[in-house]
């Protein structure tokens, strides 16, 4: 079935329609362009996205680097980055076949839709013209009819009439005689009209128009097929981009299993560890003898009034909890200003890099010599004496790095001998039960005593003067911050405990205490006694209940 044979007397249907499949062509364009579009901004955000959390710092200089955690994150925004890469591929392949082509495809369909519907327009303007011919010559035919009738009567009535010369009768005659000849020639004339008429009207619906329509038929499915094509494309974009983003999405899945909590803590041990020996006991002192005394930089001073002096502005006290504020430090080229197990790394690691830079120059030297020495052989390559710059200053800095590298390795043997030794006090320690929490009281960075008195060599040896003024962890501060005396419980002591440090108070075994503030997730709660005076006490020291 064709539209020339079926659809012969529909042209304005024909052309409504072959107009809105060009329509719908250009509509499919224009909505591939706005998901275009869409693809493009959408790609855009992913990678402001992955810029926006990406470390601002390199990763050699960035120690949360070394955690799997960090590096999971990166090799997801990574991840994120090329799946973001595979949306502006999906929307260039969109843009480029679907939009491009099917633009320049529609164009082409509009001009020669165009010229069939002026074919087909020009084929009806000849016929039309035809059939007013036909029309005139019919008029023509039959006007000439009335007046050949008309002299024939006029000739008749006056050859009747016995008042009629013979010349008006002759007269007549020849009137009518002309009238009939010309009315012979209008029908031959009409005849023959009729005849190319019929002729070129069974040509136009038979064969010229036929094939107009048979030729915007195929133009038609031509377009159809293209369009279908088109929305091929659509997903074939799609299907193009899925094994990459499918290998994103794996990547995401391998990172995030790639996250291991046991080997960040281990991480964080070696970033962080500072190598210092954990505080010693703290020495008895005997206040029951009256001799002048050297007061202790780790016990509560007891002014003249018999309180506990929680602040001492004029005092020198040891800092032995290493968790409250930290001071202002000044960096020295040694590192000593670091903690001992840091201080080691760094101190490796400038001797590394120091190393490398020497052998760079020792090859740097080599590389000289052997080209002065082909300077001299060959004159016309160069001249030798210009090399001797660059020899010299190699040499002074070969000697300079000798030397930072002797100096970085008696700092490292320091700093090493060290570590050894306060591991060797840490391990020698005894264990103790129940242990107070590693960390200091929420408002105040003194500490609670939980060893007992069975160091004896510790316990005898009066402090010197050079141990009060040098406190165990000179980078550390600590600052004591009273809070509001209201209990909020009351609490039952389960354990001794020796309150002899700085914010900490003293308890026996069943004593029964006033709850002033819980717990907050460091170990310690303030309690008050009922013979006076507060301080922090192990949290696991105690049984609380609460009002």
Not at 286 to 311: A, K
Not at 487 to 502: D, K, L, N, Q, T
């Amino acid at each position: 079935m064709d539209w020339g044979t079926e659809l012969w007397d529909q042209f304005d249907v024909i052309e409504r329609h072959t107009q809105w499949g060009l329509d719908l062509l250009d509509r499919y364009v224009k909505f591939v362009k706005e998901r275009t579009e869409v693809e493009q901004a959408y790609a855009k955000q992913l990678r402001s996205l992955v810029k926006k959390y990406l470390p601002k710092r390199p990763a050699k200089d960035d120690p949360e680097s070394k955690f799997s955690q960090q590096q999971s994150f990166l090799q997801i925004l990574q991840e994120v980055n090329d799946f973001a890469g595979q949306r502006e591929l999906v929307a260039e392949n969109l843009s480029v076949r679907v939009c491009l082509e099917l633009a320049k495809y529609s164009q082409e369909m509009k001009q020669e839709r165009k010229m069939h519907f002026q074919e087909g327009r020009r084929a009806q303007q000849q016929l039309e013209s035809g059939f007013k011919q036909l029309e005139n010559s019919k008029r023509k035919f039959e006007r000439d009819c009335r007046e050949a009738e008309k002299a024939a009567q006029t000739a008749e009535r006056l050859d009747q009439d016995i008042n009629a010369t013979k010349a008006d009768v002759e007269k007549a005659k020849q009137q009518a005689h002309l009238r009939s000849h010309m009315a012979e020639e209008s029908k031959n004339e009409y005849a023959a009209q009729l005849q190319r008429f019929n002729r070129d009207q069974a040509h136009f619906y038979f064969s010229q128009m036929p094939q107009i329509f048979d030729k915007l038929q195929d133009m038609d499915e031509r377009r159809a097929t293209h369009l279908g094509a088109g929305y091929g494309l659509l997903s074939e974009a799609e299907l193009q981009v899925v094994p990459i983003i499918a290998k994103c999405l794996e990547g995401m899945k391998v990172a995030a299993a790639a996250v291991d909590a046991r080997n960040d803590s281990q991480v964080l041990i070696e970033l962080h560890k500072s190598g210092f020996a954990r505080p010693g006991d703290v020495e008895f002192e005997d206040f029951s003898q009256p001799m002048n005394r050297v007061p202790s930089d780790s016990s509560l001073g007891t002014p003249s009034d018999g309180r506990p002096e929680l602040r001492g502005p004029a005092r020198s006290r040891a800092k032995r909890w290493p968790f409250g504020k930290k001071n202002k430090t000044v960096v020295t080229e040694d590192f000593s200003h670091l903690p001992p197990e840091q201080q080691r790394k760094r101190l490796q690691q400038q001797l590394e890099d120091r190393n490398r830079e020497l052998q760079k120059e020792v090859d740097q030297r080599e590389a000289l010599k052997k080209m002065k020495d082909v300077y001299e052989k060959t004159p016309q390559m160069g001249d030798p004496a210009s090399l001797e710059p660059q020899i010299t200053e190699t040499l002074n800095n070969i000697e300079r790095l000798k030397l930072e590298v002797q100096k970085y390795e008696a700092w490292l043997a320091e700093a090493e001998s060290r570590v050894l030794s306060n591991r060797g006090d840490s391990l020698s320690r005894h264990a103790r039960p129940p242990e107070p929490p590693a960390s200091a009281p929420p408002d105040s960075s003194s500490s609670s005593n939980s060893g007992s008195q069975d160091n004896k060599e510790s316990s005898e040896e009066p402090p010197s003067e050079e141990g009060q003024d040098t406190p165990i962890y000179t980078e550390f501060d600590e600052d004591f911050e009273e809070e509001p005396a209201s209990p909020i419980g009351h609490c039952v002591a389960i354990y001794h405990f020796e309150g002899s440090s700085e914010g900490t108070i003293s308890m026996a075994e069943g004593e029964d205490l006033s709850l002033m503030e819980e717990d907050k997730g460091d170990g310690w709660t303030r309690v008050r006694r009922k013979q006076g005076g507060e301080g922090y006490v192990p949290t696991s020291y105690l049984r609380v209940t609460l009002n």
